[in-house]
């Protein structure tokens, strides 16, 4: 009788262990999902497609902005780039008083290189606007967190805090 009680004890033992062995940590589960996330990034950097969003601007010599409650971002693709941001700071000339809008401008890129760090992403582009001349120097981390500053000619330089996201995909009208 007692080598039953034993033997079924092991038995139960051993099917609770594997029950338990087959689980992942929270560790492991947050490991894939960096993992994932810097896959996402890597492909998105890749294929010079992707869109920054900002969560805060630091303009040169003045307080930071949190941009949280404000439309702004830089679609980055291969034939063109769109930016929406807007600026805080010094406007040297050719912006009349009240009549600056930010750092509006769509163009296709004059310059447009990637280089890959131990650390980061660091995408470099050259845009000429209507009035003016956009440089764009965007480090982005493997997670997808990302520092941009743009430098003007008739304005002070000005960066940003924030994040990259796939490009979104707007439906086909029918």
Same mark, same amino acid.
């Given at each position: ?18 029950? =338990? ?21 890597? &492909?998105?950097? &890749?294929?010079?497609? !992707?869109? =920054? +969003? /900002? ?5 040169? /010599? ?7 409650? +404000? ?15 807007? !600026?805080?700071?010094?406007? !040297? ?5 009240? @009549?600056?809008?930010?750092?509006? =401008? ?5 310059? =447009? ?15 000429? @606007? ?10 982005? @981390? !493997?997670? @997808? ?11 002070? *330089? ?7 996201? *796939? ?8």
């Amino acid at each position: 009788m007692k080598a039953k009680i034993s033997v079924l004890a092991i038995v139960l033992t051993l099917i609770i262990s594997t029950g =338990f062995a087959q689980e992942k940590s929270k560790k492991e589960i947050k490991e894939e999902k960096k993992i994932e996330k810097q896959k996402q990034v890597e &492909n998105m950097i &890749n294929s010079k497609s !992707f869109d =920054f +969003t /900002g969560r805060t601007a630091m303009p040169t /010599g003045y307080k930071s902005v949190n941009l949280s409650s +404000t439309t702004n971002y830089v679609k980055f693709q291969p034939d063109l780039i769109d930016s929406y941001m807007p !600026f805080y700071g010094r406007a !040297f000339s050719g912006i009349g008083y009240g @009549g600056d809008e930010g750092l509006k =401008f769509t163009g296709k890129p004059d310059e =447009f290189i990637i280089t890959k760090g131990k650390k980061n992403y660091q995408v470099n582009a050259t845009v000429k @606007g209507e009035k003016d001349t956009f440089k764009l120097s965007l480090s982005v @981390g !493997f997670e @997808g967190s990302a520092s941009l500053t743009i430098t003007s000619n008739n304005r002070s *330089a000005i960066s940003y805090s924030g994040e990259i996201n *796939a490009p979104e995909i707007k439906p086909e009208k029918k």
